[in-house]
């Protein structure tokens, strides 16, 4: 068996350095807010394990409110790739979560303010196979709720799927069969990134007026 990688949530606060033999993590530091009676948001938390499940190397990823990490994969590389979802909070002030200079999208997409509302962006994010260096990290999504469902590692790309939450989620292509503002939060993207985050590729729509489909699961196949 080769080395095991896992990605999921945490919301206790870690304290001192996680457990890396390659070196210091990217971030030991637990990032989410303490609430009322010490409840506390999450915070994504990614781990490498070797072949007897001993624990290699750790690190967090997150802003101050729920970050929620869904899926991991490995590039030829052996780049780490984690995708999920990163929300505010019911105030004005956008979560901030870890990105790098020059990816598609740096900016948390919400309106100015949504009273007893949360917003919900998917982000994507790349670690070194030692997770000490975050390589590169973007966001995507609408000024409302986004979901994620899946993501897959193409031949020097990325894709990933789940459901749009408002008209303005970016589309490059145009949107398959037309579909109702009431009916939009339902309806699956499929957005394609290059490797270095860098461009969104492609991204379509997959709806209509009466129906909608919520994509679960995303891969692809050589031609």
Not at 39 to 66: M, P
Not at 75 to 89: A, E, F, M, P, R
Not at 122 to 148: E, M, Q
């Amino acid at each position: 068996m080769e080395n095991v990688y896992a990605v999921g949530t945490t919301k206790i606060p870690t304290y001192g350095d996680l457990p890396n033999i390659y070196g210091k993590s990217y971030d030991s530091t637990f990032n989410s807010i303490v609430e009322i009676d010490n409840i506390y948001y999450e915070d994504t938390i990614i781990t490498k394990l070797g072949n007897n499940l001993t624990v290699l190397a750790q690190t967090l990823l997150g802003s101050e409110y729920r970050d929620m990490g869904e899926k991991i994969a490995l590039d030829s590389y052996g780049n780490i790739y984690v995708s999920g979802t990163v929300s505010d909070h019911d105030n004005d002030i956008a979560p901030n979560f870890p990105v790098t200079e020059g990816v598609y999208d740096t900016t948390f997409n919400r309106e100015s303010y949504q009273k007893n509302g949360i917003t919900k962006d998917i982000f994507v994010s790349k670690f070194n196979n030692y997770l000490t260096d975050l390589l590169a990290s973007t966001l995507l999504g609408s000024v409302k709720s986004d979901s994620f469902s899946s993501m897959v590692i193409g031949s020097d790309e990325i894709l990933i799927t789940g459901s749009a939450g408002a008209r303005d989620f970016p589309l490059l292509t145009s949107i398959q069969g037309e579909v109702s503002p009431e009916n939009f939060a339902n309806t699956t993207y499929i957005s394609k990134f290059n490797s270095d985050l860098t461009n969104l590729m492609e991204s379509t729509s997959i709806g209509n007026r009466d129906a909608t489909f919520a994509a679960k699961d995303i891969t692809t196949i050589d031609n």
